[in-house]
Protein backbone atom coordinates (compact mmCIF):
# COMPACT_ATOMS: atom_id res chain seq x y z
CA UNK A 1 0.00 0.00 0.00
CA UNK A 2 1.59 3.22 -1.04
CA UNK A 3 1.97 6.37 1.54
CA UNK A 4 -0.68 8.47 1.21
CA UNK A 5 0.67 12.04 -0.16
CA UNK A 6 0.79 15.10 2.37
CA UNK A 7 -0.63 18.08 1.57
CA UNK A 8 1.55 21.59 1.90
CA UNK A 9 -1.58 23.24 2.12
CA UNK A 10 -2.48 23.08 5.90
CA UNK A 11 1.27 24.00 6.82
CA UNK A 12 1.26 27.31 4.73
CA UNK A 13 -1.89 28.22 5.97
CA UNK A 14 -0.46 28.31 9.26
CA UNK A 15 1.58 31.40 8.33
CA UNK A 16 0.53 34.21 9.67
CA UNK A 17 -1.46 37.07 7.26
CA UNK A 18 0.02 39.99 6.96
CA UNK A 19 -2.72 41.24 4.74
CA UNK A 20 -4.61 44.74 6.01
CA UNK A 21 -7.88 42.79 6.58
CA UNK A 22 -9.83 45.99 5.45
CA UNK A 23 -8.81 45.02 2.01
CA UNK A 24 -9.01 41.60 1.56
CA UNK A 25 -11.03 39.92 -1.09
CA UNK A 26 -9.61 36.25 -0.82
CA UNK A 27 -9.22 34.20 2.16
CA UNK A 28 -5.92 32.72 3.00
CA UNK A 29 -6.62 29.64 2.40
CA UNK A 30 -7.97 29.57 -1.14
CA UNK A 31 -5.04 32.35 -2.23
CA UNK A 32 -2.39 29.34 -1.31
CA UNK A 33 -4.28 26.73 -2.63
CA UNK A 34 -4.62 28.77 -5.87
CA UNK A 35 -1.13 29.52 -5.59
CA UNK A 36 -0.14 25.91 -5.16
CA UNK A 37 -2.24 24.90 -8.00
CA UNK A 38 -0.73 27.29 -10.61
CA UNK A 39 2.71 26.38 -9.44
CA UNK A 40 2.24 22.64 -10.00
CA UNK A 41 1.39 23.71 -13.73
CA UNK A 42 5.24 25.15 -13.87
CA UNK A 43 5.30 28.90 -14.64
CA UNK A 44 8.56 30.41 -14.93
CA UNK A 45 7.35 33.73 -13.51
CA UNK A 46 4.66 35.42 -11.65
CA UNK A 47 3.29 37.03 -14.94
CA UNK A 48 2.97 32.82 -16.38
CA UNK A 49 1.40 32.32 -12.85
CA UNK A 50 -1.44 34.76 -13.35
CA UNK A 51 -1.95 33.89 -17.05
CA UNK A 52 -2.72 30.06 -15.90
CA UNK A 53 -5.34 31.85 -13.40
CA UNK A 54 -6.87 33.30 -15.88
CA UNK A 55 -7.10 30.60 -18.29
CA UNK A 56 -8.63 27.83 -15.55
CA UNK A 57 -10.58 30.95 -13.92
CA UNK A 58 -13.74 28.95 -14.17
CA UNK A 59 -13.24 25.57 -12.85
CA UNK A 60 -10.95 27.26 -10.09
CA UNK A 61 -13.72 29.70 -8.94
CA UNK A 62 -16.10 26.59 -8.90
CA UNK A 63 -13.96 24.04 -7.11
CA UNK A 64 -12.91 26.64 -4.55
CA UNK A 65 -15.80 28.50 -4.46
CA UNK A 66 -14.63 31.72 -5.01
CA UNK A 67 -15.92 34.68 -6.67
CA UNK A 68 -12.79 35.46 -9.20
CA UNK A 69 -9.42 34.86 -9.35
CA UNK A 70 -6.75 37.31 -7.91
CA UNK A 71 -4.99 39.37 -10.68
CA UNK A 72 -1.21 39.53 -11.36
CA UNK A 73 -1.10 42.75 -8.97
CA UNK A 74 -2.31 40.44 -5.91
CA UNK A 75 -0.29 37.63 -6.40
CA UNK A 76 2.56 39.85 -5.90
CA UNK A 77 1.90 41.54 -3.76
CA UNK A 78 0.63 39.25 -1.42
CA UNK A 79 4.12 37.33 -1.85
CA UNK A 80 6.36 36.91 1.03
CA UNK A 81 9.21 38.40 -0.88
CA UNK A 82 7.40 41.73 -2.01
Known amino acids: MKPKPISPLPFLTQIPDWRD??????????LWA???TGL?????NILALAS????YREPLCQRLS???IPRQATLYR???ES
Open 21 to 30: PNRITYSWDA
Open 34 to 36: LIL
Open 40 to 44: LSGPE
Open 52 to 55: WLSM
Open 66 to 68: LPG
Open 78 to 80: NSP
